[in-house]
């Protein structure tokens, strides 16, 4: 890692994206789907994470068949406004669909439980060829915003020079569903009890960043998906702070 002691006197600007963890109950306890990025990946290279990415402009499109919490609850939820919360649940939704296969839409009564249909237009939505309205809008569906809740903030220490502003949901897997690894962006995913994947990094066979690690730290304090889903949460920014120490950089969260 690039590492400066001082932050810049102009720091990136962070850009809006959205993290989704996708829970499921497996046999031995709550587990969540995790993506090894490939190295080639200008951001976060070769680590452990969750689905997500960064927001586009036309996820704020309000034309798109919402059911679920409004826009204007998500803002509450994660202290901004409604344009940019209406985004995130959308980058949420789209990302979720585009990296996993697992889509959070339906219509107002019933989820989707099988996405085979949509790969067409899953690869269009990853070429930016098709935007999430216009998927969404073609095959009458409504997006779910009722499937997820919200999780934490972070936002990218302010020594780094590429910077993202996230916001954490959690949504457990419609039944139905299966969530596969078919992205470019990873050379593998699965399922993981949370406390597996936090020793496996401890070992040294993966690496995670911080805000992965905090969250996996978090869900392994829940014995199923709908206890962490259930669980009562006060989303507040958090912005690490990278402080060198000799040879070593210390990560600190507050």
């Known amino acids: 890692m ?5 932050v810049p006197a102009e720091p990136a600007v962070p850009r809006d994206a959205a993290t989704v963890l996708l829970l499921r109950d497996g046999d031995n306890g709550l587990e969540v789907f995790l993506q090894r990025r490939v190295n080639a990946m200008a951001f976060a290279a070769g680590m452990t994470v969750f689905p997500g990415g960064g927001v586009d402009q036309r996820d704020a499109d309000a034309t798109i068949a919402w ?29 979720t669909f ?24 899953r690869e269009a939505l990853v070429s930016r060829e098709l935007s999430l309205a216009d998927f969404l809008a073609r095959e009458g569906l409504t997006l779910r915003s009722d499937l997820l809740r919200p999780w934490a903030h972070w936002i990218t220490p302010a020594q780094e020079k590429r910077r993202y502003d996230t916001r954490f949901f959690a949504a457990i897997l419609p039944h139905g569903q299966e969530a596969d ?30 805000p992965t690690w905090h969250t996996l730290s ?9 206890e962490a889903l259930a669980a009562e949460r006060t989303v507040e920014a958090i912005i690490p702070k990278l402080i060198r120490e000799g040879d070593a950089i210390r990560v600190v969260a507050e």
């Open 218 to 226: 978090e869900l392994a304090e829940f014995g199923t998906a709908a």
């Open 67 to 95: 059911a679920g919490p409004p826009a204007t609850d998500w803002a509450s939820w994660f202290n901004g406004t409604e344009q940019v919360a209406r985004a995130l649940v959308c980058a949420a939704v789209r990302e």
């Open 181 to 210: 690894g078919k992205t470019t962006e990873a050379e593998s995913s699965g399922w993981w009890r949370p406390a597996e994947a936090l020793a496996d990094a401890e070992a040294g066979r993966s690496m995670l960043m911080p």
């Open 98 to 121: 585009e990296e996993s296969g697992v889509l959070l839409a339906g219509t107002a009564d019933e989820v989707v439980t099988d996405t085979a249909k949509y790969a067409g237009a």
């Open 2 to 6: 690039n590492f400066s002691d001082a």
